[in-house]
């Protein structure tokens, strides 16, 4: 799928697809669930986004800290680095203004390519790692409490 110019990359957290705005819920945020409409995709341009920022900068702009919510780290720039954090304050997410935008990726790799492509991997050396643990708990033969 391209937009303009450049081809829709599902790198990062874009596991299932381009992020869409969806107005179904009352939350109404920009998700990537892989379960964009079809005629989204014919309108592609307007509606189908590489990251969650730039859909709700275009959709829902007038709540971005609500759109941009989340509980998983993001990876941004900061100073020679790409550093990380869950919160990030109001003018870093409730800006549409391009002066003042404040880029945010899923992964330190993309950060490092976007942010500082002249000088890549001296930044994935430099930039603090973040790590990221799923598991899953098998319990068996749990008996019911005594009284």
Known sequence: IATGENKLDFGGDNDFGPYYPDWL????????????PAWM?????????????DCCKNHFWWRMRQCMANERFKFYQKGEICDTKIFFDDWQD??????????????????????FWWDYDRCVERSPVMFKFEFCVDIQGLADPQD
């Open 25 to 36: 819920n009352d939350v109404q945020v920009c998700t990537n669930d892989g379960f964009d």
């Open 94 to 115: 409730n800006s549409p203004a391009d002066w003042t935008a404040f880029t945010q990726f899923d992964t330190l790799e993309e950060c490092c390519a976007n942010e």
């Open 41 to 53: 995709e014919m309108q592609h341009v307007n509606y189908l986004y590489k990251n969650k920022e």
